[in-house]
């Protein structure tokens, strides 16, 4: 069975700060990850995926993960906050074949503080 | 913008009422899902579509039903609305480009249970 933990479920950090979003899977077959974004009253948006391709992926907006197969994680980072990264953020998981079925995270808030 | 429309957008009903929620594409892609929304537990499927008539449950399929008579619409049945299914209910598309099978989804269905 698959599963994703997100550590953390509140994040706060400062305009122009590094941001931190972590996230750790289990999975019993090669896995395709994802980092969804949720801002207020909308829909998910992706913003990156990992597909078994480069172990360092680039999103949208700044945002980059590294698939770290031996620690199991995939990490989300920015080097600089903006106030409009404000948002949840999910991380999710699915098989790399079959239904496609996504396992998500429980979701991580971001705060940014000017 | 993957074509992607739920109806309604917010309902309101008392428990032990049928309710049904509808999600169109525009693609005429295969895969579909429903998930729900909930704090504390991110996205959960409900159930998924492979097909016309062609259905399956997820981790949470218990109190819903749906169906796929077109490849363009998938329904999702609460046949006695219970406060346990008041959360916010995504319908997401799986779009095949490989290697890839990135999901997209709804604006999303804000359902509450009196």
């Known amino acids: 069975a698959q599963s994703v933990t997100q550590l953390g479920s509140h994040v706060s950090v400062s305009e122009g700060a590094l941001v931190l979003l972590r996230c750790n899977y289990s999975s019993s077959v090669p896995p395709y990850l994802f980092w969804y974004v949720q801002y207020p009253n909308q829909g998910l948006q992706l913003l990156l995926k990992y597909t078994s391709a480069a172990t360092l992926v680039k999103g949208i907006n700044g945002f980059e993960a590294e698939f770290k197969k031996s620690e199991t994680s995939f990490h989300l980072t920015k080097p600089s906050a903006h106030m409009s990264d404000a948002a949840e953020y999910f991380c999710?998981?699915?098989?790399?074949f079959g239904s496609g079925k996504l396992i998500f995270g429980q979701g991580t808030t971001l705060q940014v503080k000017p | 913008d993957a074509g992607i429309t739920q109806s309604p957008r917010h309902k309101v009903t008392e428990t032990g009422t049928p309710v049904t929620l509808r999600c169109h594409q525009t693609?005429?892609?295969?895969?579909m899902y429903w998930y729900r929304q909930d704090p504390g537990h991110g996205l959960r499927l409900i159930h998924y579509?492979?097909?016309?008539?062609?259905?399956d449950k997820g981790e949470v399929s218990d109190g819903y039903s749906v169906s796929r008579s077109k490849t363009e619409d998938f329904l999702l049945t609460l046949e006695s609305a219970t406060s346990s299914q008041t959360s916010v209910y995504f319908c997401?598309?799986?779009?095949?480009?490989?290697?890839?099978?990135?999901?997209?989804f709804g604006p999303g269905t804000r359902l509450t249970v009196l």
């Open positions: 999710a998981v699915s098989d790399a």
């Open positions: 693609e005429n892609h295969r895969y």
């Open positions: 579509s492979y097909g016309v008539k062609d259905t």
């Open positions: 997401a598309i799986r779009v095949d480009r490989e290697p890839y099978n990135e999901q997209f």
